[in-house]
C-alpha cells in the first residue's frame, strides 16, 4: 500500500477551494465520518491533506454513479483503514471506469468551482486541446467531461511541454483501445450465441472493474521498470 509523505497543509478553506467543494459541505462529511478529522496545528486550526482531497474526489464520483448519501457511507465503511491518496485514487478510477461518459454543460464560474482553482485562457485552450472541455452553444458556457476534469487540472501544473502531454494521451488511447479489443474478444468466447444481452451485461458488470484494476497495477509496475532501466542507462 502507498504511503504519503506530504503532511497536511491544507485549511478547510483551501481543501474546500481544491476539492470544488464549499466548507460547508466538508465540514458536513466530517460530521458524518466520511471524512477523516484534520491534524490540529498551532492555535488549534485543523489541516487537511491529500488523503482528505482523494476521499472528497471517491466521495464526489460515488454520487455522480446516483449514489445516496446513506449508500456512499456504506461504501466507505467497507473499505480498508488506513488507506493513502494515492490508494484512494486508484479506487476512483476504478469506480469511475463503471459510469458512463459523463459531460455536462457548465458556466465559466461553475466549471472553475469545479476545478477547484482560476482557469486562466491558456488553461481552458489546454484543456480544449485534451477534450477535457469544449466550447457550447450557448456563449460563455461549457460542455466538460466531469471524469477527465481533476485529471486534466492537475496536468495543468504539470513542468512538460503541452505537446508532450497529448502525445501521451495519443499512446494511451492507442493501446487502451487495443487492450480493451482484445479482452472483448476474449470475453465474447464465454458467451455463447444462444445467451441474451443481459448475460453479456452482467458479464461485463463483474469483470470491468477487475479489469481496469489489473490494467492500473499492471501499468504501474510497467513504468516503475522503465524508468529504472532508463535511469540504469543513464547512471
Not at 61 to 82: C, D, K, N
Not at 165 to 176: C, E, F, P, W
Not at 190 to 195: H, K, T
Amino acid at each position: 500500500m502507498a504511503t504519503d509523505i506530504e503532511e497536511p497543509t491544507l485549511t478547510v478553506d483551501e481543501l474546500a477551494a481544491r476539492a470544488g467543494v464549499t466548507v460547508r459541505t466538508v465540514r458536513f462529511y466530517g460530521t458524518r465520518g466520511l471524512l477523516p478529522p484534520p491534524v490540529i496545528g498551532p492555535r488549534r486550526v485543523g489541516h487537511y491533506g491529500q488523503e482528505h482531497l482523494s476521499r472528497l474526489a471517491l466521495i464526489e464520483e460515488l454520487q455522480h454513479q446516483g449514489m445516496t448519501l446513506a449508500a456512499i457511507e456504506r461504501y466507505l465503511q467497507q473499505l480498508p483503514e488506513g488507506l493513502s491518496a494515492h490508494d484512494l485514487a486508484i479506487h476512483r478510477a476504478v469506480v469511475a471506469s463503471w459510469a458512463p461518459d459523463a459531460a455536462e454543460e457548465v458556466s465559466r464560474a461553475e466549471l472553475e468551482r469545479r476545478a477547484g482553482r482560476p482557469l486562466s485562457a491558456e488553461d481552458l485552450d489546454r484543456l480544449v486541446a485534451m477534450s477535457v472541455v469544449r466550447e457550447a452553444a450557448d456563449p460563455g458556457t461549457y460542455r466538460v467531461d466531469l471524469g477527465l476534469l481533476r485529471l486534466g487540472v492537475q496536468l495543468l501544473d504539470v513542468p512538460i511541454a503541452h505537446e508532450t502531454i497529448l502525445a501521451a494521451r495519443t499512446v494511451l488511447l492507442k493501446h487502451t483501445r487495443a487492450a480493451a479489443h482484445e479482452l472483448s474478444l476474449l470475453f465474447r468466447d464465454e458467451v455463447s450465441e444462444r445467451e441474451s444481452v443481459e448475460a453479456v451485461k452482467d458479464l461485463s458488470a463483474h469483470m470491468q472493474p477487475l479489469v481496469v484494476q489489473a490494467l492500473l497495477t499492471t501499468f504501474q509496475r510497467s513504468l516503475k521498470e522503465e524508468l529504472r532501466e532508463w535511469l540504469t542507462e543513464e547512471s
